[in-house]
């Protein structure tokens, strides 16, 4: 009597390490941190900034919903719904409408000082993610070449943090919030949509370089 075949081995396929697009919410994500914002601002221009508040808050859930319903990545959904929160909290506490951007102004600078501290400590932020979210340990460090496209990487995260920090303080000084507004959405999604797609060559010249080393 023979036996029947054997079971295949329960194995689980590999699944792959989210992109750093993937991980920031994706293409979609970064689209929906700008609804709020074209609400806000608007409503405030007609209804004021109390009706303001109530509309970003309610887009806000709104897309948070939207995100369940289509079950994307859970982090970036609430963190999405809890950055419209702190915005309108603020807003209301400055009691003007450009409080909605004050948040996003202080984050930015505080991201360009922390990419640039990275740098200077050799130890640059997309390199560190990198190989963190891959598993990997930290031998890159000691190849200077690899070492040197994840400082790039990283100082272009930087500068970009600190244009935005540059821009719209000025702006917010100046009370134009509908240009905060415009200039969010504009050195928004786009231009990380630009840094991300130089991340990922520079991130992937990176990792041949290592890999020649290793062969």
Not at 67 to 80: D, H, M, Q, V
Not at 178 to 203: D, E, S
Request: aromatic share 10%.
């Amino acid at each position: 009597m023979t036996s029947g075949p054997e079971p295949a081995p329960d194995t689980e396929p590999e699944v792959p390490a989210p992109t750093v697009l993937e991980q920031m919410g994706g293409v979609s994500g970064l689209v929906y941190s700008t609804i709020p914002v074209v609400v806000f601002v608007p409503v405030n221009s007609f209804f004021g900034l109390r009706a303001a508040i109530i509309a970003a808050l309610v887009v806000g859930v709104g897309i948070f919903a939207v995100r369940l319903l289509r079950r994307e990545r859970l982090t970036p959904a609430l963190s999405g719904l809890l950055g419209v929160a702190i915005c309108v909290f603020i807003a209301h506490r400055v009691g003007d409408a450009k409080g909605y951007f004050l948040f996003g102004i202080w984050t930015t600078l505080a991201y360009a000082i922390l990419f640039a501290g990275s740098i200077l400590v050799r130890w640059p932020l997309i390199g560190v993610a990198w190989h963190l979210v891959n598993g990997e340990g930290t031998a890159w460090r000691r190849h200077r070449p690899t070492l040197r496209a994840y400082d790039i990487a990283t100082a272009l995260w930087a500068l970009v943090f600190l244009a935005r920090y540059l821009t719209q303080s000025e702006l917010y000084d100046a009370g134009a919030t509908g240009w905060l507004a415009v200039t969010r959405i504009a050195m928004g999604w786009p231009l990380t949509a630009l840094v991300v797609l130089a991340t990922i060559l520079l991130v992937r010249r990176a990792v041949r370089e290592e890999h020649s080393v290793e062969a």
